[in-house]
T-cell receptor
């Protein structure tokens, strides 16, 4: 199956700093990637849809200036949490759709962010 | 109309039993229904998926039953093992790579030896 990687797998940062999370599709080209956040014992909450070469589409209530998404290539999307605060601490997960209009979304292993 | 309701919230089954997790949706435009398995600290992994043109799909020990008229679908795990203990999410979407998944709330499954 298709493989999606994320880096880093976990990160601890001080309040006020910015953190960048990378999402890569390793063996396929993904025109669309999705970013989710997940709080403990809760479901996945879609934050934004990232399309290669265009601006991301953010879900209602998600601050686009705080969660910067860049999808510069067909295999890489990045999420930058700017001026992170403790309430941004969460599990961030990306997924990628296989090309050709296929329906399957493959998920990365997630990135645990802890803001002190 | 975008909701996917999942039940139960948690489930404990003895090894060898058949846990059943149910989901219901409202949006009739949904035409792709995957199930994901998630272990603690990991990303979700696709288990099995079904389209509404079939009523059942089986892959190994995992079976999806689909009832289009009732707008319900369920996951059955045959001969369950302790290693199946995880959180399971149903989801739904319309076909097309750009379309987003709508997730259920998750079921925490525990298989006891």
């Amino acid at each position: 199956g298709a493989v999606v990687s994320q880096h880093p797998s976990w990160v601890i940062c001080k309040s006020g700093t910015s953190v960048k999370i990378e999402c890569r599709s390793l063996d396929f080209q993904a025109t669309t990637m999705f970013w989710y956040r997940q709080f403990p014992k809760q479901s996945l909450m879609l934050m934004a849809t990232s399309n290669e070469g265009s601006k991301a589409t953010y879900e209602q209530g998600v601050e686009k200036d705080k969660f910067l998404i860049n999808h510069a290539s067909l295999t890489l999307s990045t999420l930058t949490v700017t001026s992170a605060h403790p309430e941004d601490s969460s599990f961030y997960i990306c997924s990628a759709s296989t090309p050709g209009g296929q329906e399957t979304q493959y998920f990365g292993p997630g990135t645990r962010l802890l803001v002190l | 109309q975008q909701q996917v309701k999942q039940s139960p919230q948690s489930l404990i089954v003895q090894k060898g039993g058949i846990p059943i997790i149910n989901c219901a949706y409202e949006n009739t435009a949904f035409d792709y229904f995957p199930w994901y398995q998630q272990f603690p600290g990991k990303g979700p992994a696709l288990l099995i998926a079904i389209r509404p043109d079939v009523s059942e799909k089986k892959e190994g020990r995992f079976t999806i039953s689909f009832n289009k008229s009732a707008k319900q679908f369920s996951l059955h795990i045959m001969d369950s093992q302790p290693g199946d203990s995880a959180t399971y999410f149903c989801a739904a979407k319309t076909l097309g790579g750009n379309e987003k998944l709508t997730f259920g709330t998750g079921t925490r499954l525990t298989i006891i030896p």
